[in-house]
Each structure stands twice: as structure tokens, then as C-alpha cells.
């Protein structure tokens, strides 16, 4: 059955820096197109970031742009998701999710929370 | 980017009642809109995609309306398990964007 379990989440200081990986299995990896989400405390859901199954194409939420770079490996069969410069702001539980055109985000992780504080 | 518009943003219902929850966007996203529940420290669970196809496994309570602009979600008889969040999300275009959600409580 399709999995995606994300790993790398932690406390960081403001500025600091931190690598989340989504680790994938029971389907064929390099055949969809992943995303990250994140859900800061009490509030709703946002989209992070895209990476198409071949890695050549990125979009990002304009919150993170310049600060995250999301990146795959599909010989591990692996999400990464490079977050720089981080703010009390990025302080939520941050979810890998598979996405095809027709459904949208069909299957997400169990999520691995980031905090961000001093 | 697309907003998306999302009410109520809370309701008090009962078991069994029937209870809808509607989104707009605000530009045509044909029907490349889903329904996502969320239960506390879970992950959004998929209940609807493509605006009115139900995905495998979700029961038959739930329902997806809508195109273009105007989408709803319906559950025609609320039971206990349903009271969560529920979100809605456009995939037409980049970036991707959800409604605020809308709690589902007990009355």
C-alpha cells in the first residue's frame, strides 16, 4: 500500500536551518509529482511547494520562496524539502503529499512537526 | 492565486442531521477541486475529487457538487465520526490553495 513518512522535523533556532525527507514506498516514486504542506498551530492547511516527477520543475508558496528548496531522488525513493532562514512563522507539522492531475493530493504522510523558537 | 472562499467556518450539528459546507473560488477551476477531512493531529484524509467523485473507501453519506466557481460539500445524514475539519483545495493551478476549513462540533 502506498506510505509516505516524513522525517527531519525538530527545534530550531530563528535563522537556523533544517532538511525534512519524505520517505516513499508501494507505488512507483518517479511517476507522480509531490508536493509539501504544512499546518502552523490551530490553524488551516497551506501548500509549501511542488517538484514534477522528473525534479526539473519546482513552484513554491510565495512565503518560502528563496528561503525552502524541495528536491527528490528517485532512486531512494525519497522527498526532500531544504528550509533555510527560518522564522517563528515556519513553525508547523510539514506533510509530503502525492499528486496527480485528475484527484489532487490523494495520499499525505503523517506529518513531522518543525518549531521554530529562541 | 486563487482564493478560495470557504463557510461556515463553524456549525453545531446532531447526528443525523444534514449539514453542507460550500467553497468558492475566485476564478473558474472548472472541477479540479477536492474535500479534505481532518480529524485533531491527523492527517487530511481525501473524501472527494474532482468536485463530485467520491474516493474509494469514503461512505456514501458524502457528496461533491459543483463547477467553475461554486462547489459544496453535503453529508446527507451527519454520524459521530464525522465531526472534524473539513477543507477544501483547488489543484487548477499553482500555487495551490485551500479554503480556511470548517469545523463540524456537537451540538
Request: aromatic share 12%.
Amino acid at each position: 500500500q502506498v506510505q509516505l513518512v516524513e522525517s527531519g522535523g525538530g527545534l530550531v533556532r530563528p535563522g537556523g536551518s533544517l532538511r525534512l525527507s519524505c520517505a516513499a514506498s508501494g507505488f512507483r516514486f518517479s511517476e507522480y509529482y509531490m508536493s509539501w504542506m504544512r499546518q502552523a498551530p490551530g490553524k488551516g492547511l497551506e501548500w509549501v511547494s511542488y517538484i514534477s516527477r522528473s525534479g526539473s520543475s519546482t513552484y513554491y508558496a510565495d512565503s518560502v520562496k528563496g528561503r525552502f528548496t524541495i528536491s527528490r531522488d528517485s532512486a531512494q525513493k525519497s522527498l526532500y524539502l531544504e528550509m533555510n532562514s527560518l522564522t517563528d512563522e515556519d513553525t508547523a507539522v510539514y506533510y509530503c503529499a502525492r499528486e496527480t492531475v485528475t484527484v489532487g493530493f490523494e495520499y499525505w504522510g503523517q506529518g513531522t512537526r518543525v518549531t521554530v523558537s529562541s | 492565486a486563487i482564493q478560495m472562499t470557504q463557510s461556515p467556518s463553524s456549525l453545531s450539528a446532531s447526528v443525523g442531521d444534514r449539514v453542507t459546507i460550500t467553497c468558492r473560488a475566485s476564478q473558474d477551476i472548472g472541477n479540479d477541486l477536492a474535500w479534505y477531512q481532518q480529524k485533531s493531529g491527523k492527517a487530511p484524509r481525501l473524501l472527494i475529487y474532482a468536485a463530485s467523485s467520491l474516493q474509494s473507501g469514503v461512505p456514501s453519506r458524502f457528496s461533491g457538487s459543483g463547477s467553475g466557481t461554486d462547489f459544496a460539500l453535503t453529508i446527507s445524514s451527519l454520524q459521530p465520526e464525522d465531526f472534524a475539519t473539513y477543507y477544501c483545495l483547488q489543484h487548477y493551478l499553482y500555487p495551490r490553495t485551500l479554503g480556511q476549513g470548517t469545523k463540524v462540533e456537537f451540538k
